[in-house]
């Protein structure tokens, strides 16, 4: 049988008989869209849909399949009704205070009021895929091209924001009275991104991108700090600047700065195992396309960074 996804796909595409408004009403792309009918079309061996400049018309093989492709789609609402939907849906955001994930969460459950979305602390992407394949986890955020490729095999995602990057300064650091500080001024400086830890080498891996060529070194392993008190006190210890993003929480004695010059990008996608299907997902696909919609989420300045493999992810173009 069909994968369910690209069953859903055809018929929202043949109810609206317009590839854009079928991808907006599915929260997706409409390249993305496009793939998954015609892929529907190879398993099928069937052209389902004649496509002109001005329209998009059913053919033969695509009016028999409608009703059965909502049948399929019943029966596994059915199934989803008896097993699936009461389960609460495990959603990690990462770590307390950080705002992307925790603003997608909140507006799912708005939009999914019936359903329990449950929020986890995983620290990072990687920890959290492994999670997410066994089946304990069913979604995350976080860079999804920094991922191991057999890790990004068995999961999915869907860009949610380019987020801009910042340093955490000790209060009495020379650039701690600057409102926003140069990349070219940290050239000497050692910052800590995270390395050692096993649960989050997609941001040491995109900090060593970042800082190649212009004189900074990732710093150093600390002590692994479990919750927001343990780093805080770590950090007030070793004195390190620290690359985080924009909305990371305030810290006591230690302030946040933007970097410019260029403006560097955290991508971060919403990240789910392959064949997920849940009423909850749907729910935080929603939320983070809205969200991303309406904050701009996804616009890149004009100079911003990001390294090329993530362009690539996060769908933009050069």
Same mark, same amino acid.
Do not use: C
């Given at each position: ?10 018929? +929202?595409?043949?109810?609206? %008989? ?12 409409? =390249? ?35 009703p059965h492709a909502r049948r399929a789609l019943a029966a596994q609402d059915d199934l989803l009704a008896a097993f699936g =939907? ?24 708005? %939009? ?42 068995? %999961?999915? =995602? ?21 409102? =926003? ?18 649960? +989050?080498?997609? /941001? ?35 004195? +390190? ?27 971060v996608s919403l990240v789910w195992r392959k064949g997920l299907v849940h009423p909850g997902l749907d729910a935080l696909r ?10 701009? /989420? %996804? ?5 911003? /960074? ?13």
């Amino acid at each position: 049988m069909p994968d369910p996804r690209l069953l859903r796909a055809f018929l +929202t595409v043949a109810e609206e %008989l317009h590839f854009t408004r079928a991808a907006a009403r599915l929260y997706v792309a409409q =390249q993305a869209l496009s793939r998954d009918v015609r892929r529907l079309e190879r398993e099928l061996g069937a052209e389902l849909f004649v496509r002109t400049t001005r329209q998009v018309t059913l053919t033969a093989d695509g009016e028999r399949l409608v009703p059965h492709a909502r049948r399929a789609l019943a029966a596994q609402d059915d199934l989803l009704a008896a097993f699936g =939907q009461a389960r609460p849906l495990l959603v990690d955001v990462n770590s307390p205070g950080l705002g992307t994930g925790q603003r997608v969460l909140g507006r799912a459950r708005e %939009l999914a009021p019936d359903h329990e979305l449950m929020a986890r602390y995983e620290s990072g992407l990687t920890g959290a895929a492994a999670e997410l394949l066994a089946g304990r986890l069913d979604a995350s955020f976080g860079r999804f091209a920094g991922l191991d490729p057999a890790l990004r095999a068995g %999961l999915e =995602q869907q860009p949610v924001r380019l987020e801009p990057m910042a340093v955490l300064l000790p209060e009495d650091h020379p650039l701690a009275d600057s409102h =926003q500080v140069p990349l070219a001024a940290l050239a000497g400086e050692t910052v800590y991104a995270g390395a050692g830890n096993p649960r +989050t080498p997609e /941001w040491t891996d995109l900090a060593h991108r970042l800082f190649e060529g212009r004189g900074i070194e990732v710093a150093a392993p600390a002590p692994l700090a479990v919750g927001h008190e343990e780093f805080r006190r770590i950090m007030s210890k070793t004195r +390190t600047p620290v690359l985080v993003v924009v909305d990371f929480p305030a810290m006591p004695g230690a302030v946040l700065r933007p970097l410019i010059d260029p403006v560097p990008l955290s991508p971060v996608s919403l990240v789910w195992r392959k064949g997920l299907v849940h009423p909850g997902l749907d729910a935080l696909r929603r939320a983070a396309a809205e969200l991303a919609e309406r904050e701009e /989420w %996804l616009r890149s300045p004009s100079d911003g /960074w990001i390294p090329a493999s993530d362009k690539v992810t996060m769908r933009l173009h050069n």
